[in-house]
């Protein structure tokens, strides 16, 4: 725009006595001719252009017959080297336009890879407790602690490449100590319901986490959702329930009493509030970072590392829970990192190791890196969908004829009628009405 608003058409009989000066103003920014200041009259019949780049004036003087003829022949509506308003205007729409599909494109991307590397940790894990299966408790305290290191690791890469700044390490720490404490008390709770509960009972439990992600974004985050996208969300909760437990007995919630199913839906509590307050951490850092965003590994290798100091202190209580004395936890985890390892003396009794714990690791790992770059480009409740959809895709993989795991179970009666509900929940939600066409795209909402 260096030339622009630099002058304006006249009659073309305009005497070259009336030339138009040009002085160059101070500021190197034009008024934009929408500004009730850009045009001014200046006496009688004196147009005077303003601008904050260019000061142009002229007078145009009264033309009479024959030269004013020539002058409306001549003359063209006033441009700046040909600025268009409408068609700058236009562009600017077009290019929301194109940003709004972009970012879209981005979460539905981005929600597709969760899905599918959440299908991968659920089948992953299944065959990894093949070789594993007396050292569970070895392989859940390998992904929190180890995890800390690998974090880490990838964290100081990213700093001396200057992916990660100075700026983003000085964030406050005290929102992922919360965020580590959370998930430490989540991880308790729901071992120790879990231990008690049946399995049919857990997926019809764990529905409360959408739930509670609604609730807690509603409430400190300040959300609002649409009535299409609130019974998307019930629609998509059902659907999992009719999916998973329909081919279970009845009864199941209430066999093992109703408190360790409160402390199941306690344990989904928890979680919610963890992922909301990450949410929070990722918006504050944006103001912080004066439109900046803080980078995943930041969040990542704090939580965990927060986290595996409370698991620490809970140690005695969640060993117990997996009926593992704690004056023979040392044993326990010796014997566990052998079995791992596949050498010594577990070597005839851990077949699959280390291959299938390995692939758990790295896919659990790529999980939690897509939960969570899910969850800075779209919203708590977007997450949380696209780990829910993963439940049902997972029972299916389960009937196919996968390795280690002998007979392929059969698919629940209600498989098929629950997956249609749940697929219309989820259209349900990202669908987007006429009259909010031009807000913000559902799934970033």
């Not at 000085?170 to 992922?176: F, G, Q």
């Amino acid at each position: 725009m260096s030339a622009c608003c630099r002058r304006v058409a006249f009659a073309a009989a305009t005497p070259p006595s009336h030339h138009i000066p040009q002085r160059l103003s101070s500021s190197v920014n034009y008024l934009h001719a929408n500004h009730p200041q850009f045009w001014e009259r200046s006496g009688a019949g004196a147009v005077v252009l303003r601008s904050r780049r260019w000061v142009n004036e002229a007078a145009v003087r009264p033309l009479g017959g024959e030269q004013e003829d020539e002058a409306k022949q001549s003359s063209h509506p006033p441009r700046c080297c040909s600025f268009d308003r409408d068609a700058v205007a236009a562009a600017a729409d077009t290019r929301s336009g194109e940003g709004g599909v972009d970012r879209r494109v981005e979460v539905m991307v981005a929600a597709a890879t969760t899905v599918v590397l959440g299908v991968g940790n659920r089948v992953l894990y299944k065959l990894a407790l093949v070789p594993l299966k007396h050292y569970p408790f070895f392989l859940a305290q390998l992904a929190t602690f180890g995890y800390v290191i690998v974090y880490f690791s990838i964290l100081y890469l990213r700093y001396q490449s200057g992916k990660v700044t100075d700026e983003m390490l000085s964030l406050p720490k005290s929102p992922l100590i919360a965020v580590g404490f959370l998930e430490a008390l989540a991880a308790a709770s729901g071992m120790a319901a879990g231990a008690i509960l049946s399995g049919a009972a857990i997926p019809i439990l764990s529905q409360s986490f959408l739930v509670w992600q609604l609730i807690l974004s509603y409430t400190f985050l300040g959300r609002r959702y649409r009535y299409n996208q609130l019974f998307g969300c019930f629609l998509v909760a059902v659907g999992v329930i009719v999916t998973v437990a329909s081919g279970s007995g009845t009864g199941s919630l209430m066999e093992a009493g109703i408190f360790w199913s409160i402390l199941m839906i306690i344990s989904f509590f928890l979680q919610a509030a963890d992922t909301v307050l990450k949410e929070t951490i990722f918006l504050d850092a944006a103001q912080r970072l004066k439109g900046g965003t803080v980078d995943l590994f930041v969040i990542n290798s704090y939580g965990s590392a927060y986290q595996a100091v409370f698991i620490c202190l809970l140690l005695p209580f969640l060993s117990n829970l997996w009926g593992i004395p704690f004056s023979q936890l040392p044993n326990y985890l010796k014997d566990g990192a052998a079995c791992f390892l596949n050498v010594g003396t577990m070597s005839n009794r851990c077949n699959g190791a280390p291959l299938l714990p390995l692939l758990f690791v790295i896919v659990n790992m790529g999980f939690n890196i897509s939960l969570l770059h899910l969850l800075k480009i779209s919203s708590a409740v977007v997450s949380c969908l696209a780990s829910t959809l993963s439940v049902p895709i997972s029972v299916y993989m389960f009937t196919l004829p996968l390795p280690y795991l002998g007979i392929a179970s059969s698919l629940p009666p209600g498989f098929v009628g629950g997956g249609i509900i749940l697929i219309v929940g989820m259209l349900i939600y990202i669908w987007t009405p006429s009259s909010n066409s031009s807000s913000k795209p559902s799934l970033a909402s």
